[in-house]
T-cell receptor, first 120, second 118 residues
Framework: AQKITQTQPGMFVQEKEAVTLDCTYD???????LFWYKQPSSGEMIFLIY??????QNATEGRYSLNFQKARKSANLVISASQLGDSAMYFCAMREDSLILTGGGNKLTFGTGTQLKVEL | DADVTQTPRNRITKTGKRIMLECSQTKGHDRMYWYRQDPGLGLRLIYYSFDVKDINKGEISDGYSVSRQAQAKFSLSLESAIPNQTALYFC?????????????????FGPGTRLTVL
């Protein structure tokens, strides 16, 4: 089974509207972390937001919020008031803390990404 | 200045050549990683290092080697490059830090190196 599943290969949203990018994850760990990264066409990976598995509040960073539903194992990214500069590939990733003990070393497992296009 | 830098940013080479990709960081993090990105596959881990004496293979280490010269430097080598190693390569660092809110996790990526093997 995929550890991180992003079911939307591509999304379109109109400028100033909100958009939700889906991410579901699969882990048996109790302690883990979920990340969202933005990758513009220039290629760099830009950290957006982080949610720890024990965090009770949904993470927010400016226009980004993470809708964390632990029982459903979902960690959707919500971008409010979309801007043209938000057009990019977005990756969801997970850190599983048990991997520290089994040799995985805090690596991140990535989904296949969602290409977001913001239109006028 | 960028916290995680990679050199070169772009490289075109031929099959069979030895290539070294370098990564430097000023974050002060002990943990460093090399990932590769292929279209449609997200990022996959090649190697990682917890400190200068600790090197570990990731899920796709065949055909690659690494060297941790110092806390701040982690190099990836392709001993004999082949075309299916054409990809975007990322170096990353991570560590826990203490903040006013408690223990926080940081993970940062370098700008990437586009490698093309002809």
């Amino acid at each position: 089974a995929q550890k991180i599943t992003q079911t939307q290969p591509g999304m379109f949203v109109q400028e100033k509207e909100a958009v939700t990018l889906d991410c579901t994850y699969d882990t048996s760990d109790q302690s883990y972390g979920l990340f969202w990264y933005k990758q513009p066409s220039s290629g760099e990976m830009i950290f957006l937001i982080y949610q720890g598995s024990y965090d009770e509040q949904n993470a927010t960073e400016g226009r980004y919020s993470l809708n964390f539903q632990k029982a459903r194992k979902s960690a959707n990214l919500v971008i409010s008031a979309s801007q043209l500069g938000d057009s990019a590939m977005y990756f969801c990733a997970m850190r599983e803390d048990s991997l520290i003990l089994t040799g995985g070393g805090n690596k991140l497992t990535f989904g296949t990404g969602t290409q977001l296009k913001v239109e006028l | 200045d960028a916290d995680v830098t990679q050199t070169p940013r772009n490289r075109i080479t031929k099959t069979g050549k030895r290539i070294m990709l370098e990564c430097s960081q000023t974050k002060g993090h002990d943990r460093m990683y090399w990932y590769r990105q292929d279209p449609g596959l997200g990022l996959r881990l090649i190697y990682y290092s917890f400190d200068v004496k600790d090197i570990n293979k990731g899920e796709i280490s065949d055909g690659y080697s690494v060297s941790r010269q110092a806390q701040a430097k982690f190099s990836l080598s392709l001993e004999s490059a082949i075309p299916n190693q054409t990809a975007l390569y990322f170096c990353a660092t991570s560590d826990y830090t203490y903040t006013l809110a408690g223990l926080a996790w940081e993970q940062f990526f370098g700008p990437g190196t586009r490698l093309t093997v002809l």
